[in-house]
T-cell receptor, first 112, second 110 residues
Framework: NAGVTQTPKFQVLKTGQSMTLQCAQD?????MSWYRQDPGMGLRLIHY???????DQGEVPNGYNVSRSTTEDFPLRLLSAAPSQTSVYFC???????????FGSGTRLTVV | KNEVEQSPQNLTAQEGEFITINCSYS?????LHWLQQHPGGGIVSLFM???GKKKHGRLIATINIQEKHSSLHITASHPRDSAVYIC????????????FGTGTRLQVTL
């Protein structure tokens, strides 16, 4: 089992560019979520999904879009990148409430 | 005030020492998670607790729901335990939404 796979691992964007961070899991987990990690602030929830076709906003959703067309995939879209979106992004999945989380290896994004 | 507070922020220990990391939270929770992150690495789930105590190898996690407090203990610490340990809570009544502490950076020296 691959677990949770995130791509790319590193990315440099120019301000205003768009891109999609990919996240895929092969464990048939219903719940998936995106977090960003910034120095001194801990991880913060961006968006989450409790199943295919269902998404909701987290703590810091502005500037990001998500969709969940399949159970396996949960891409995170940056519509117009800004330097404030420079961060490390983690995707996680969970079988359901009461279960532990499996995290991807992260994507380090720099916006210049 | 953050909803999840960890202490200490930084911790240095010698190999073999007993280590305790504390986590206090101020919201109702469905579960508390302890996570480990090595430098430049991904995040690994160590424990999920909703009551009592769990043990895995040299790691022990406890939670006191009434006091809204959890501790992570490492017995016989080793340099490979050097990492950031993160406490996170799943808030009651929510699904797949974690609130995180800022982490405790542990350095274990020989």
């Amino acid at each position: 089992n691959a677990g949770v796979t995130q791509t790319p691992k590193f990315q440099v964007l120019k301000t205003g560019q768009s891109m999609t961070l990919q996240c895929a899991q092969d464990m048939n987990h219903e719940y998936m979520s995106w977090y960003r990690q910034d120095p001194g602030m801990g991880l913060r929830l961006i968006h989450y999904s409790v199943g295919a076709g269902i998404t909701d906003q987290g703590e810091v959703p502005n500037g990001y879009n998500v969709s969940r067309s399949t159970t396996e995939d949960f891409p995170l879209r940056l519509l117009s990148a800004a330097p404030s979106q420079t961060s490390v992004y983690f995707c996680a999945s969970q079988q359901g409430v009461g279960y532990g989380y499996t995290f991807g290896s992260g994507t380090r994004l720099t916006v210049v | 005030k953050n909803e999840v507070e960890q202490s200490p922020q930084n911790l240095t220990a010698q190999e073999g020492e007993f280590i305790t990391i504390n986590c206090s939270y101020s919201v109702g929770i469905s579960a508390l998670h302890w996570l480990q992150q090595h430098p430049g690495g991904g995040i690994v789930s160590l424990f999920m607790l909703s009551s009592g105590k769990k043990k895995h190898g040299r790691l022990i996690a406890t939670i006191n729901i009434q006091e809204k407090h959890s501790s992570l203990h490492i017995t016989a610490s080793h340099p490979r335990d050097s990492a950031v340990y993160i406490c996170a809570v799943g808030r009651a009544g929510t699904a797949s939404k974690l609130t995180f502490g800022t982490g405790t950076r542990l350095q274990v020296t020989l």
